[in-house]
């Protein structure tokens, strides 16, 4: 990562909106969910998938995390009348994990339970690692009840990941497996990207070869030629997995797994709360930070 990267992560809080929404119109679909239903048939008459997912930081009150359902009651809906190829992806925060454990299950459980009317999935997403015990806990919980309607999120980066997997096979476990993103201590996660990408490696082959259905979430195209070499050596069937990425990232790698006749699937957030989302993109990838910066001045 270079100075001039780290110097644009460090003084996003002094960019202005429009500068930061000109970065996020590539990775967010729009404040509306017509904006998201619009991006998901565009991605499906490209043989892509997806999971929509409602921006939105950790619900503070009970009001806000009741709205944050309604809105994804409406996205079940919506998916059901506009025949998309699309599953959900939501938050615990958002559901009032940081209110009441009990309170956030019974609100995925709300949401879980009318996805299954509609023939659909809900994939749980995991967040920091002070939310992953009750995460996976409300996941095995649902599971019981909604078999594989719901699924969950392992991180690679976590130092606990590899025994969290060892719990969860004999479940037959429905995961997400990606690298990670939030800022750990080192006594939590590992640091070294070269392990983080080890550790992801392992663990998908621990995955696969148990024949869990695993999202393989990841724009690494190491780590997917790994898997594709993981794939053709355990005899995987095109329905035993899937890969998934991000809306605007590496759009040639996406067509080109596609292409090869693998399933993919994209993750499509849409709302009003873009912003929070997208300084946190942008600080997750200085990188990309750096380059947007430099295409809007005109400085490459």
Known sequence: MSFFDKLVVWSLPLIPKPVVGYFSRHYIAG???????????????????????????????KEEAEAAVVEYLHILRAID??????????????????????????????IVREAKKFNNFVRIDMEDHTTTSATIEMYLKLKQEFGNHVGTVIQAYLRRTSADINLLLKEKPNLRLCKGIYVEAREIA????????????????KLLSNRC??????????????????IEKYGLKKDEYEFQMLLGVDEQLRKIIIDAGHRLRVYVPY????????????????RMAGYVFKRIFGLS
């Open 81 to 110: 009348e506009y025949q998309l190829d699309a599953n959900l992806s939501v938050k615990p925060t958002q559901m009032g994990l940081n209110i009441d454990q009990e309170y956030c299950y019974q609100n995925i459980r709300r």
């Open 213 to 230: 259905y695993t999202g393989i979430a990841t724009h690494d195209e190491k780590l997917v030629w790994q898997a594709l070499m993981l």
């Open 190 to 205: 590992y640091k070294d990207m070269a392990i983080i990408n080890e550790n992801y490696k392992y663990n998908l082959e």
């Open 31 to 61: 404040p509306k969910l017509d904006d998201a239903i619009a991006v998901v048939k565009e991605l499906n008459a490209h043989h892509a998938m997806a999971t929509m997912d409602l921006l939105g930081e950790e619900s503070m009150n």
């Open 271 to 286: 709302g009003e709360q873009w912003y929070p989302y997208s300084t946190r993109r942008l600080k997750e990838n200085p």
